[in-house]
């Protein structure tokens, strides 16, 4: 991360969850943040006019060591408490997103956002135009940019993709044309098709909008799967067209600024930003190819165990094993808790003061935000974590997941200055997902029946199909509508259709008769947000299969791998989330992460079939 431009927060989202008001509402405490709105407002007065004065700076900036140190711990102070101002924000009306006040009030703090990036456009051009020998000087000079030194470092390394003042603000101000495709695909798919109802076999209708098909898509009833996954494709493909022609400008706003930077391609520019190899996304995409073989396998063993002849696109959600589960927060907590001894005294002392703190806003309520994340930063506070918990396994899960975020915060936080305490999603997503890999193995050993047995394992699989096998999908699709787009293709909805249909035909086995995937389901790729987001997908799967290397070596006892892991989480944003993973051992860029997540599949679906043959 480069301390001098302003980020968003990451926030994690998962399944959503329906509202019970009986239950009692579980909060968190935002006067940790500001203990008042006027509070906040007053804070708010006072960032606007010091954003205002930044420009100020230009006169003079980096003429010697301790005035740059000057602006750039001024600058830094002022990026940290907006990042508060921002947390408050977006907080408080997330509980509630109705409100108009909170609504307004989140609108205030976006809108400094944007005068905030402005103001400092010119700040990375004139790092690059003081040059790497004073720069370099300056470090060794000058203690007090210390904290700076590997984002100068940063900046350096990639100075021949910035352009000159003239040149940035010019790409600032179309940064509103390059953001539009994602508004536009949220209008489409959240306002303007048409979402019908459709008629279930025990005679009930539901609305087959989004949220919906999410709830839907599992049902016991074959054939109602087969009508809603007919019915909620069918609309999709009425907007193939529009959806193409959105998603091509996607396309094409992201060659435009990676060409405008001198990139050699948008896959470079993407993974420059992190310095990541682009070895680790080629090895990750050619990794799942290779083990192909080991899904299908998953596939067929699914089509067993629900007793599906022929399995169709629409059998792969549907549980393996149909478990009633009662995991309430009290529970969620007490099992987090055992799950996560074996981190060691460090991590579970931090997760004792989350987990006994009011720092989560628990349970689901009317206009509440849907989804689960951690936002973490508010660097001299604490973590937050937003839950709509529901007390099933999926809420459980979701529950250990997001305080692996908070705690992996609140390691870094304390080892690291602000400056570099901020980690890379290369990392973060390691620190959850272990949590769900324990998780699992836990409630797998604690399981009294078979059939809660198959219940786990089954979740397992299906953790591992989501998020390394599919995730990887769609990361190949971005690969190659981006690559087609640079080899000057056309790119049309019909295009994006076939492309995303061969892959769904090669990753489900459609030609050897493993899944079968009909027509109209090709329209899927019009339906994931993701491709707006820029190739960031890529990162679940490899964060799972990091989490996968891990915790193997965990539950074979090898202690060194606690110190390696705590170790990461402590390192924050201080060097590239790559070599913090080289440094514990762990090669993105080699087959042995990718290959350590398939043995755990495979392991897996061994455990499922000598259960099922008993």
């Excluded at 968190?28 to 203990?35: G, I, M, P, S, V």
């Excluded at 400094?112 to 051009?125: D, H, I, M």
């Excluded at 394992?457 to 190949?476: C, H, P």
């Excluded at 892959?503 to 090709?522: Q, S, W």
Aim: proline share 3%; glycine share 4%; with cysteine.
């Amino acid at each position: 991360m480069r301390i001098l431009i302003i980020c968003v927060a990451l926030l994690v989202t998962f399944s959503v969850a329906h509202a019970d008001t009986e239950r009692q509402q579980i909060t968190w405490d935002l006067t940790d943040l500001f203990e008042s709105n006027e509070a906040w407002d007053a804070a708010f007065e006072d960032i606007q006019k010091r954003v205002e004065r930044i420009p100020e700076q230009r006169k003079g900036f980096g003429k010697s060591a301790a005035r740059l140190a000057d602006d750039m711990i001024e600058q830094s102070q002022l990026i940290k408490e907006y990042w508060r101002l921002s947390v408050y924000a977006s907080l408080q009306n997330d509980e509630d997103q109705r409100d108009a006040v909170t609504q307004q009030r989140r609108a205030k703090v976006r809108a400094l956002g944007t005068k905030f990036g402005e103001a400092q456009s010119w700040v990375n051009a004139s790092l690059i135009a003081l040059g790497e020998k004073k720069l370099l000087r300056y470090l060794a000079k000058e203690p007090r940019l210390q904290p700076f030194e590997f984002s100068i470092k940063d900046t350096l390394r990639e100075a021949p993709h910035y352009l000159d003042e003239e040149g940035e603000t010019l790409l600032a101000s179309a940064s509103a044309m390059t953001s539009s495709p994602n508004q536009i695909y949220s209008m489409i798919a959240n306002a303007d098709i048409p979402w019908g109802e459709i008629k279930l076999a025990d005679g009930s209708t539901a609305r087959l909008d989004q949220a919906g098909y999410s709830r839907l898509r599992s049902a016991a009833n074959r054939d109602d799967r087969k009508k809603v996954f007919d019915q909620f494709w069918t609309t999709w493909k009425d907007f193939e067209d529009s959806m193409g022609a959105t998603l091509n400008s996607e396309v094409q706003a992201n060659m435009f600024q990676a060409k405008a930077r001198n990139y050699d391609s948008v896959l470079h520019w993407q993974l420059s930003q992190e310095n990541l190899p682009e070895k680790v996304y080629r090895t990750l995409v050619e990794q799942v190819n290779e083990n192909l073989p080991t899904l299908h396998r998953y596939f067929k063993l699914r089509g067993r165990i629900l007793g599906i002849e022929q399995m169709r696109y629409y059998d792969i959600y549907p549980p393996l094993v149909e478990m009633d589960t009662d995991f309430g927060i009290e529970a969620s907590k007490q099992i987090t808790r055992e799950v996560l001894k074996p981190l060691g005294e460090e991590y579970n002392k931090h997760l004792a003061t989350a987990l006994d703190s009011n720092w989560a806003h628990a349970y689901p309520q009317p206009g509440k935000r849907s989804g689960a994340y951690m936002n973490g930063s508010a660097y001299d506070v604490h973590p937050y974590v937003l839950l709509n918990h529901n007390d099933d396994y999926n809420a459980l899960s979701t529950y250990a997941h997001e305080w692996g975020h908070a705690v992996h915060t609140m390691l870094a936080k304390r080892a690291q200055p602000f400056e570099t305490a901020y980690y890379s999603t290369f990392t973060a997503e390691i620190a959850s997902t272990i949590n769900e890999i324990l998780l699992e193995e836990h409630l797998i050993a604690k399981a009294k029946t078979n059939q809660e047995k198959l219940f786990y394992l089954g979740q397992a699989l299906e953790s591992i199909r989501g998020t390394f096998f599919r995730q990887t999908m769609f990361a190949e699709f971005e690969l190659a509508i981006h690559e087609a787009g640079e080899r000057g293709e056309p790119l049309t909805g019909a295009v994006f259709s076939k492309m995303y249909m061969d892959l769904l035909k090669k990753y489900h086995g459609h030609d050897a008769g493993v899944v079968l995937i009909d027509e109209p389901y090709n329209a899927e790729w019009a339906y994931i947000p993701h491709f707006y987001y820029d190739m960031y997908v890529f990162q679940y799967a490899t964060s799972i299969s990091g989490a996968a290397w891990f915790a193997d070596k965990f539950l074979k006892g090898d202690e060194s791998a606690r110190v390696d892991l705590v170790n990461v989480l402590k390192a924050g944003g201080s060097d590239y989330a790559y070599n913090i993973l080289l440094d514990a051992g762990l090669d993105m860029a080699s087959p042995e992460p990718y290959q350590a997540l398939v043995k755990r599949m495979e392991d897996v679906m061994d455990r499922i079939e000598a259960l099922l043959d008993e």
